[in-house]
């Protein structure tokens, strides 16, 4: 059964941490994987990520993959409270166009 | 329109009673998903139309549920007989060219059965 694993499942830090939010993945024929932001409902695109070993940034926004490992990484830098919401990373396949979907990380920041 | 718009925002019905759910995708999107999110889950995929066929409606949880899409725009999604483990979050996305990994997300529909 296809599966994605994100941790932790919640993470509360403070203003101006760096945080690392994990995502692991066991999937059939592997297309690339998702990043997404989801504050209230909608999630919101982040990043895509296909090959290994090549960081996407965005502003403070950082994620890499590792294929051979099978999982990825989201880092945040100088944490604001803005970033609080519900990471969640997801799984595209080949031959398919559903994604998969973590249960994603809670991540709150306080001031 | 500007972005995936989807209707009514919030639904309560009572057990046994048949909903429907709207999403309007972005104008010229090929592409239209419908996902779930049950509290404290990730999403969920449902169906997938590529125009005004679904190639795709592996995730449909039981013959409860049925979805359609017509004039390659709106799509409708129908729960029958709705059961209190329908409770969740219906997010609807869109996409241009039938790549999932380009789709926009709308702001879903919170069903609430009773």
């Known amino acids: ?111 | 329109g500007a972005g995936v718009s989807q209707s009514p925002s919030n639904k309560v019905t009572e057990k046994g009673k048949d909903v429907e759910l709207r999403c309007d995708p972005i104008s010229g999107h090929t592409a239209l998903y419908w996902y779930r999110q049950s509290l404290g889950q990730g999403l969920e995929f449902l169906i997938y139309f590529q125009g005004n066929s679904a190639p795709d409606k592996s995730g449909l949880p039981s013959d409860r549920f049925s979805a359609e899409r017509t004039g390659g725009s709106v799509s409708t999604l129908t729960i029958q007989r709705t059961q209190q483990e329908d409770s969740a979050v219906y997010l609807c996305a869109s996409s241009p060219q039938g790549l999932s990994t380009e789709a926009f997300f709308g702001q879903g529909t919170r069903l609430t059965v009773v």
């Open chain 1, 1 to 111: 059964e296809d599966k994605v694993v994100q941790s932790p499942l919640s993470l509360v830090v403070h203003e101006g941490d760096t945080v690392t939010l994990n995502c692991s993945y066991e999937v059939t024929n592997f297309r690339s994987l998702l990043w997404y932001k989801q504050e209230k409902k909608a999630p919101t695109f982040l990043f895509m990520l296909t090959s290994s070993g090549i960081e996407k940034k965005s502003g403070r926004l950082s994620s890499i993959l590792d294929k051979k490992e099978l999982f990825s990484i989201l880092n945040i830098t100088a944490t604001q409270t803005g970033d609080s919401a519900v990471y969640l990373c997801a799984v595209a396949q080949g031959g398919s166009e559903k994604l998969v979907f973590g249960k994603g990380t809670k991540l709150t920041v306080n001031p």
